[in-house]
Structure formats: C-alpha cells, structure tokens
C-alpha cells in the first residue's frame, strides 16, 4: 500500500455542483401521486392473472409480464413486516441534507395490497418496533403530489 | 453449450480506503499488468477487454473511456458492465461469455471502484426519485429491515452475526491486498461498534475501498499450453428479482434469486451437496448478516441451521468449507471490483497461488455475487474442464 506521508505535496480538484433534475412521472405514476394529492387515496394496480396489488402501480406485472388494468384503494392502514432505527445521518435523497436521526424506518403492507412499502415510521424505539404491528398512514394537509404526502406511518391499537 | 474456457490470471491492487497517489485509469492499470505478469501474457495478446464498475460513487461519466486505456482496451473490442453491487461478477460472466463464443480467445476483465474520489452515501441517496429517495437510509438502511425479518424468521442471533464479521477480518490478515485486517477483533468489540441502523453495527458492515482487479480468461487451447492449473468455468449464471424492496418478501430468507442461480449451477455441475463438494467458497457478503442467509440459500446447510455454520466454525479456514479465506467483501469492498474479486480469489485457490490464505488441494470453487436489493450471480470454477 502507496501512503504519500507529504499530504500538501498532492494535488487534488475539488469540484461542488449544484444539478438540478426534473422526473417525468410518467402514466401511472402520476396517476398515483394526483389521487393521493386530491383525495388522500392510496392506490394499488391489480394484475389480472396473478391478482397482485401492486405499490408502486406498474402498466405490467413484472412475474405475469401481463398488463396490468383494476385500479383498487390500498390502505390506509398497513401491517409492519421489517423495521429498524436508523441512528447514522444518511442524506435524504429528496433534499440532499442529512436526515434528522434517530427514526424509525420499516417496510408496510398496506391492507389489500400485495406489495409493502419503504417509509418512515412514527415508532423509533427498537424495543417498540416488531414484526405485525399495526399502523396507519398519517397525510399531509397540504399535500405536493410526491411520496411525502404521507408523513409517517402512525402506530394503532385494534 | 459454450466452448470450454479457464481463467488463467489473476491480479488485485492492495486495497484501502484512500488510494491518493493514483488515480482511478493508474489503480485500473496496476490490476491489468499484475493480471497479466501471472498469466505470462502481453496486452497485445488480449483480443476483448470488459470493464466493470458501479456507477454514480466517483462522481464520473464515461469511465470506460478515461480507464480502457490502462485496461490496455486501445483499438479492442470493449464493453463496460454495470448492475450494481454485481457488476464485479457480471463483468467476470462477460468476459467467460466473450471467450466461451468462441469469438474470442483471451478476454480481461477489470472491476475497479474509487470510493474515495467521491461520496458513497451520496451516490447510494440517488435512488429512485419518486419512491425511494425520501426514505432510503443507504445499503444499511436497506440490510437492517431485512434483519429484522431475517432473525424474527430464522432465529439467528447478534452473536452468531458478530462471529462472522471476526472471522471475516481475521481471514483477511493473511491476504496482503485486503483493507481491513483485524487480527484482535472479538465478538464483543464487534457489538459494541456503534449501531449504525439497529440492528446493524458498524463492524458489521463492508467498508468503502479503493481497488482494482483483473482476471484473464483462456479459450481451451490457449488456457492448457499456458497455465500449469487453469481454473475451468464449469457454471455462470445470473437473475434477477423484483427491483422495489417491498415486492421481494423476507429477502435474506428467501433470497429466491441466488437460490435460483445456484439452483442451475449446481445441476450443470452435477453438485448435490454443496458443503462436502466445494472446497472453498468466495461469496459476496455485504453484511454479516447476509453471509449467515446465503449460507441457507446456497445449500451449505437447511434453513434456519446457518447459525450453526458459524458456531461450529464450519465456515472458518480449516472447517470442512471454508467460506472467504480473502477475507471476503466485509473486510474488502471497491464494490465495481468486489465480485470480480471474488471470482479471482475462488481462481487463485484452484491455481494454488493463495500464498497464506490458500486451502491445501482446492479442485472445486465457488464465487458468487450480491447487487442492487436482490439481484445474484452464481460461478463454479473446478480443475478439471468436464
């Protein structure tokens, strides 16, 4: 292993930029995200041979490879299936700036879909976080149309 | 089938954390010509160059163009492979696909990351902008929710995950080119390292190196009048799964991809049972973790017994299978080069070239490779050509 002890000796290029990016929804997604901004919904895309409810809404079913067509309600109360708390300050890739740490974080299958969802969780506390837990979506009021309209998932009692 | 091919050379960079005295085309020359002084071979003997390489980490386009020079890809016929973490093993199935045509007879493959020339968690928050990037938490982030289903499924525990990140960098004291070498390191130090995304410590995670590695695959003819031990690709397979994390249910349990590819692998070898077959195993793991998961899903024991692989040191360099005597992509990881590096350690073995991390008569290796959130590549390297 090379180690240049004379640090200054080193030339190097530091370079910071500023991008800026503009994502196309595209159909089905911007369908998604217009239901959520209006009415609060959260909507799943049935495929009609293997009857999943996917989230995210796809126009094909990647195992059927088949179209996709019923547009179904999912939600919004959900099932915890894998959790963590995150203590490290990973970027938000939504705004470039450190998350605020500690949180909870899990995978959510919404009541009546198939798939779960990536989303940050009310609950940050290892010891309070397990497999089955209830939650529920908690929106927005002013909701933008984008995957923050929903806040967290919120731990419920049934 | 394809025409019979060997891997003939191999050659790795020493790796670490900063490679500041080179640049990113010198570190990718340093593992060619270390390639091609083991394999006794000119770059004008080379017919095909295959780059490999996660984009987005240094922060640079084209690598391919400002590197193929120092892969020696001048007026050749050039590819660069990228499929995320298996872009390492993907290029090295590229360049067996290459010479196995029988369009070419001798193909370099080189994987090579500088992580240190940019940001890895930056490059890793660059995900999908409309599902994941608002929540995503890195590789960790994406590890630790498996976890937690992994070990509510399984029951395997903190311990037996701590004990794999020991062996891992105590393995990796005896290979010169690996980063972190640990030879103190104890389960206990590896449970108090802070918890990065509960219930993942730090220790037990890969770090971010610096590296470079070359392979050289031989058509039949060239590989017996040049390599006294060939390595003979007996299987290369690769799947993928779904792409959104929450479509593949409990992952690192079922983890139907690598079980998939090992599936056909194993049946192309004619191997049935894995633990007594494979003299030495080089598998990519990202995560203690996941090593214990891939133990079950490659057939190295029953699900739910991959605990016990490690607890009854099965795994460890003089168990009946020793699994990263390099000490594996835990103790070492320039993702782009990490699987090419796998299939050059489970090669090296077979060529009897592993100095103090080689396993005494290894005539059967496996190399397999992790990427993206489930994507795998299965390699089955024997001395014999059938």
């Known amino acids: 292993m090379k180690r240049n002890t004379e640090r200054e000796e080193l030339l190097r290029i530091p370079i910071q930029m500023k991008l800026q990016y503009r994502f196309p929804a595209g159909a089905h997604y911007e369908r998604f995200f217009r239901e959520l901004k209006k009415t609060g919904k959260i909507m ?26 019923e547009w179904v309600e999912v939600g919004p109360k959900g099932t915890v299936v894998a959790h963590t708390s995150i ?31 990536n989303h940050i ?38 | ?23 990113e085309m010198e570190l990718v020359y340093e593992a060619a010509a270390a390639a091609l002084k083991d394999a006794e071979m000119t770059i004008a003997e080379i017919d095909a160059v295959v780059l490999a390489n996660m984009e987005l980490f240094e922060g ?13 890809a001048f007026m ?54 409309f599902w994941d990037r608002h929540v995503a938490a890195a590789a960790i982030g994406n590890f630790a929710l498996s976890v937690s289903e992994y070990m509510a499924d399984r029951g395997v525990t903190e311990e037996q995950s701590a004990k794999v990140a020991v062996k891992a960098r105590r393995n990796a004291c005896n290979n010169p080119h690996a980063h972190l070498q640990m030879p103190d390191l104890t389960v206990k130090k590896v449970l108090e390292s ?86 030495v195993a080089e598998i990519y793991d990202p995560l203690t973790y996941a090593e214990i998961a891939w133990y079950e899903a490659l057939g190295f024991c029953k699900d739910g017994e991959g605990g016990k692989l490690i607890d009854d040191g099965i795994t460890q360099m003089d168990g009946e299978l020793p699994v990263n005597p390099s000490g594996g992509v835990i103790s070492t990881n320039p993702v782009g080069a990490s699987g090419t590096i796998r299939v050059a350690e489970a090669a090296l073995q077979i ?25 795998s590549d299965v390699l089955i390297l024997s001395s014999k050509p059938d």
């Open chain 1, 44 to 69: 799943g895309i049935k495929c009609p041979e293997c009857e999943r409810v996917l989230v995210p809404p796809r126009p094909v079913c990647g195992e059927c490879f088949t179209r996709t067509g």
């Open chain 2, 76 to 129: 050749k016929h050039s590819f660069k492979i990228s499929t995320g973490g298996t872009s390492g093993t993907s290029g090295a199935i590229s360049g067996y696909y290459h010479a196995a045509s029988g369009l070419f007879d001798r193909v370099m493959v080189v994987g090579f990351e500088k992580h240190s020339d940019g940001n890895t968690l930056a490059g890793m928050a660059l995900t999908d902008p």
């Open chain 1, 87 to 117: 203590y490290f300050p990973f970027i938000d890739g939504s705004t470039g700036k450190p998350r605020p740490i500690p949180y909870g974080a899990g995978l959510i299958q919404l009541d009546g879909a198939y798939s779960a969802i």
């Open chain 2, 194 to 279: 802070p918890v990065l995304a509960y219930p993942v410590h730090r220790l037990e995670m890969c770090p971010q190196s610096d590296g470079a590695c070359a392979i050289i695959f031989a058509s039949e003819e060239i590989a017996k009048k040049r390599c006294p031990r060939p390595a003979w690709v007996r299987a290369a397979v690769t799947r993928h799964d779904h792409i959104y994390l929450g479509e593949v249910k409990n992952r690192l349990a079922t983890m139907r991809s690598l079980k998939e590819a090992a599936k056909v692998a194993y049946e192309t070898v004619g191997i049935k049972e894995p633990l007594k077959e494979f003299d």
């Open chain 2, 1 to 23: 089938m394809g025409k019979k091919v060997a891997i003939i050379g191999t050659g790795q960079t020493n790796h670490c954390s900063s490679r500041e005295d080179v640049n």
């Open chain 2, 60 to 72: 640079r386009a084209l690598h391919d163009m400002w590197c193929g020079e120092g892969a020696g």
């Open chain 1, 121 to 158: 969780l009310e609950e940050g506390d290892p010891d309070k976080l397990h497999i089955g837990m209830r939650v529920e979506a908690m929106l927005k009021e002013k909701r933008e149309g984008n995957i923050g309209d929903i806040l967290y998932f919120k731990t419920i009692e049934e």
């Open chain 2, 351 to 375: 060529h009897g070239r592993g100095g103090r991390r080689q396993i005494p008569d290894v005539n059967l290796a496996l190399a397999t490779g992790y990427g993206v959130y489930c994507w």
